[in-house]
């Protein structure tokens, strides 16, 4: 495991290297939008689901927001949708497991290190936070989302091994819908339930811390094995034309 | 070092042929001396722009009968080739570019007595030639 | 000696577009050209060899290795280049030389060097931001020193200058050298026909035409320059325009010529790309014109 690593992360260097011009506008961006909870979180006491929304979607979407240009998902021939740095690792002598290795490695690197630093900045500047949570509990609510950033997150990733998709109009419809249904869901979801999405976050990690961050765990695991070898399957199947 | 070496698609010998042959007159006529490296099996295929199927062949067929010598990782030569056989090469080719023209002199309806009259007064003017020096 | 390729009744359908059934043996030491025309399949052939598109049927071996199989250290011994090239324009060719060099146990670096030097290539450019012939000229570089034993190359030199393109027969010739490896190189270019393949392999519409020794493919064919009225469809006839007739079957066309009594003043060969328009064109009635060209790449 610790050889695949060395090999994934010798052959990410070119990407991180594109990377770190825009590690300083994720930084920002992850700024702002901590800045934009710790004013928003009142609101949310009034079933204000739009916090909701954004913290969703910046777990699911935020990585692949900031990801530069040329690193971007495309479909270079045929139906099979995939990173052209995939295409390009394979015609080199890469195994595949390195290669989707390398992928998980470098979504992580422009996620979980950004979201580790708006919980921090959540936690030292929103004094609205520290008198309802205690350190504990605390930690259990960023262990809830970054391990959702794992299992949820890395939904986004196949599409970068070669998935097979017509892009039809009936299938950009669909993930409209999808995408639709997402939000709808987050925004009803106050008044079925009391409290919006992260509201019942914060509850659960204040009853429960413990158990809550292990379940959580336990799903990240769950969920980066899953997802491995989704893409492990896709890599080896799909025509790279 | 690009040999003088040409060969013809059109011709009913077959190309590796020419090349022996033409290799043969070269070494015999003391054109190539013994020791001088020849270009590989690859660089005389894309210079004669043939295969190295044929090239091959020919340097093979030329190593057999002793024109040439390949050493190991050092490349292929000129071999030491003996008087005689020299002489018998000049011998052929001589023979055989003679051969050449009476076949050619008869497919353009000439009789024998006809390219015998033509030869002879060709060799009538070399020797008035030589007379004149 | 086994071979350093194997292909066996590979088929593939890409939409409307079936390739094969292809066989195909390429031995050590040898340079192999694939000819096609415009949406032949070439590329798709050449991408199945290296396990970017998948077979429906069939086998490909690279020194006993398959590529379509979960071990996958054959790799090492492939050198490819694309046609088009995909991932690397926001790389500088430095970059995509620390990326690439270090996955060849062969890499030369010297040899690196000396190509970029030839071709006068900018390094610390991106990938993106030079022209298609330095491009193609970059990738050479990053390919060719992998000294892996078998070298595909993907119309390599179809934006390159003519001087270029005489360098590279150059370097490949020199390449070629150690007399164990091997090239497959699809090219419309006919210098990179004539002067280095010992082998052709024609395909037309995914169609396999034949796998021909290129000294052999040219003796099977011949011109009559015939001197009498003749009758059509002669044994071996292939076309006949104003007395001039080609055949593809001088042996049997001579013997019925001599037998008929009928004369002709000249007989040449073809040169080797009138053989591959015969080839590629004689064969256009059977594939029909119901291909476009979207498997070209």
Request: zero cysteines.
């Amino acid at each position: 495991m610790q050889k695949d690593i060395k090999r994934a992360l010798q052959i990410m260097k070119p990407e991180l290297k594109i990377l770190r011009i825009s590690y300083f506008w994720i930084f920002l961006f992850y700024t702002l939008y901590t800045i934009l909870f710790i004013f928003g979180i009142d609101a949310q006491k009034n079933r204000f689901a739009g916090l909701d929304i954004f913290f969703v979607m910046l777990f699911i979407f935020g990585p692949l927001w900031f990801r530069p240009k040329e690193l971007q998902i495309q479909k270079p021939n045929g139906d099979v949708w995939a990173s052209p740095l995939t295409i390009m690792n394979l015609q080199l002598p890469i195994k595949r497991n390195i290669i989707v290795l390398k992928s998980i490695i470098f979504y992580f690197l422009g996620s979980f290190p950004f979201q580790l630093y708006m919980f921090v900045i959540l936690y030292s500047f929103s004094p609205e936070i520290r008198t309802e949570l205690d350190l504990i509990s605390y930690l259990s609510f960023a262990i809830i989302w970054l391990s959702f950033g794992i299992y949820f997150g890395f939904s986004s990733l196949p599409i970068e091994v070669g998935y097979k998709m017509k892009s039809s109009v009936l299938n950009t419809i669909l993930s409209l819908l999808l995408l639709g249904a997402i939000v709808v869901i987050i925004i009803v979801f106050p008044f079925y339930f009391t409290y919006g999405i992260v509201e019942w976050t914060i509850i659960f990690a204040i009853k429960w811390p413990i158990i809550s961050a292990v379940i959580s765990i336990f799903a990240a695991i769950i969920g980066y094995y899953y997802w491995k070898n989704k893409m492990l399957k896709l890599i080896k199947q799909a025509d790279f034309q | 070092m690009e040999l003088p070496i040409r060969i013809s698609k059109d011709s009913r010998e077959p190309i590796y042929h020419q090349i022996v042959n033409q290799f043969k007159a070269l070494i015999a006529g003391g054109h190539l001396a013994a020791g001088t490296p020849l270009p590989s099996i690859r660089v005389l295929s894309k210079d004669l722009e043939i295969s190295i199927i044929t090239t091959r062949r020919a340097y093979q067929d030329l190593e057999v009968q002793g024109f040439i010598k390949t050493l190991q990782g050092k490349g292929t030569f000129v071999a030491d080739v003996s008087e005689d056989l020299k002489q018998d090469v000049k011998v052929t080719s001589v023979h055989n570019i003679l051969e050449n023209a009476v076949q050619t002199s008869l497919s353009f309806d000439y009789s024998v007595q006809q390219v015998k009259e033509i030869f002879l007064e060709i060799l009538e003017s070399y020797e008035s030639k030589k007379g004149d020096n | 000696m086994n071979p350093i390729l194997y292909i066996r009744d590979l088929e593939k359908t890409i939409d409307d577009f079936h390739l094969g059934p292809l066989d195909l043996s390429i031995e050590q030491g040898t340079i192999t050209a694939l000819v096609g025309n415009n949406g032949s399949g070439k590329s798709t052939l050449l991408k199945l060899i290296m396990n970017l598109v998948k077979p429906d049927k069939g086998n490909i071996k690279v020194h006993n290795t398959l590529v379509h199989g979960d071990n996958e250290s054959w790799k090492e011994l492939v050198a490819y280049q694309p046609q088009k090239i995909i991932g690397w324009d926001p790389f500088t060719g430095y970059t995509l030389k620390n990326l690439i060099a270090p996955l060849y146990p062969n890499w030369d670096d010297k040899q690196f060097q000396k190509i970029v030097e030839i071709f006068d290539i900018p390094l610390h450019k991106k990938f993106g931001k030079l022209s298609q012939g330095v491009q193609q000229k970059l990738n050479l570089a990053l390919t060719i020193p992998r000294n892996a034993s078998l070298l595909i190359l993907d119309e390599p030199t179809s934006y390159m200058d003519i001087p270029s393109k005489k360098l590279l027969i150059d370097l490949l010739v020199d390449w070629m050298e150690p007399g164990n490896r091997s090239i497959i190189i699809s090219s419309h270019q006919i210098d990179d026909i004539r002067k280095l393949s010992d082998y052709l392999y024609v395909l037309h519409n995914g169609k396999k035409i034949g796998h021909f020794e290129k000294e052999e493919l040219v003796e099977n064919y011949a011109r009559y320059w015939l001197s009498s009225k003749a009758p059509n469809n002669i044994p071996g006839e292939v076309s006949r325009e104003d007395g001039v007739l080609i055949s593809s079957n001088p042996e049997e066309t001579e013997a019925y010529l001599v037998e008929h009594n009928i004369r002709w003043t000249n007989r040449s060969s073809l040169e080797i790309e009138d053989v591959i328009t015969l080839l590629l064109s004689k064969n256009n009635t059977i594939g029909g014109s119901q291909h476009g060209s979207h498997v070209n790449s």
